[in-house]
C-alpha cells in the first residue's frame, strides 16, 4: 500500500499519513489468532521521521525498523502485532478506543501528545486495557516541557532513554503483565 493510499484498521478510516502495517509475514495467523494473543503498537506525531530527525536524540533507525524488531519482540513473546502511525490526535484517540474489542494490550509512543493530550489520556483510561508507554529517548533528561507525561498515571508502565531497545523492553514488560492476568486452569 502507498502512504496515499487509504487503509482500514479497527472499523475506522486511517487519514493519508497514517499507515497501518498488519504483520504481512503471518498476516493469515493473525487475522485468526483471539484477540487475547495481539499487540498493537502506536506510534504518534513525527515519528514517522525516524532516521532523519535528530540522530542525537532518536538514533539513527527507522520507524520500519521500529515496526521490525518491535513484531519480532512481539512473537518471542508469543503475540501477533499491528503497527499504527499517525501525526493526528484524534485518529490515536479513535484507534485507542477501538483497540479493546480486539487487542489484549497497547505499546505506545506518543510523541509529543505525550505532554499535553488529556484527550489521549481519557482515551487510554477508557480503554481499560494495558498501555505501555515509550519513548525512545529520556524524557527525564530532555527540555523541561518534555519532561512531564500526562498520559503516565494512565499507563501500565513507562520504558524511555533506550532508543529503539525501549520498543523491545516494552513489549517484554508488557507480556509480562498481561501473563499475570491470564488464569490458569
Not at 5 to 12: I, K, N, P, Q, R
Request: glycine share 8%.
Amino acid at each position: 500500500m502507498q502512504d496515499h493510499e487509504m487503509d482500514w484498521t479497527c472499523g475506522l478510516r486511517a487519514a493519508s499519513t497514517a499507515v497501518f502495517r498488519p504483520d504481512d509475514s503471518a498476516a493469515e495467523l493473525a487475522q485468526d489468532m483471539p484477540f487475547a494473543l495481539r499487540l498493537l503498537l502506536v506510534n504518534g506525531p513525527n515519528l514517522n521521521l525516524l532516521g532523519r530527525r535528530d540522530p542525537t536524540q532518536y538514533g539513527t533507525f527507522t520507524l520500519a525498523d521500529v515496526e521490525s524488531r518491535t513484531r519480532e519482540a512481539a512473537h518471542e513473546a508469543g503475540y501477533a502485532l499491528d503497527c499504527f502511525q499517525s501525526n493526528h490526535e484524534g485518529e490515536l484517540v479513535d484507534l485507542i478506543q477501538a483497540s479493546s474489542a480486539r487487542y489484549a494490550g497497547i505499546l505506545l509512543n506518543a510523541g509529543a501528545l505525550t505532554h499535553y493530550s488529556y484527550a489521549l489520556r481519557d482515551a487510554i483510561d477508557a480503554c481499560r486495557l494495558p498501555v505501555m508507554e515509550i519513548h525512545i529517548s529520556d524524557i527525564a533528561m530532555r527540555e523541561p516541557f518534555r519532561q512531564h507525561s500526562v498520559i503516565h498515571p494512565v499507563c501500565a508502565g513507562q520504558v524511555k532513554g533506550l532508543g529503539l531497545q525501549s520498543y523491545v523492553v516494552g513489549v517484554k514488560e508488557l507480556a509480562a503483565i498481561l501473563e499475570k492476568g491470564r488464569i490458569i486452569p
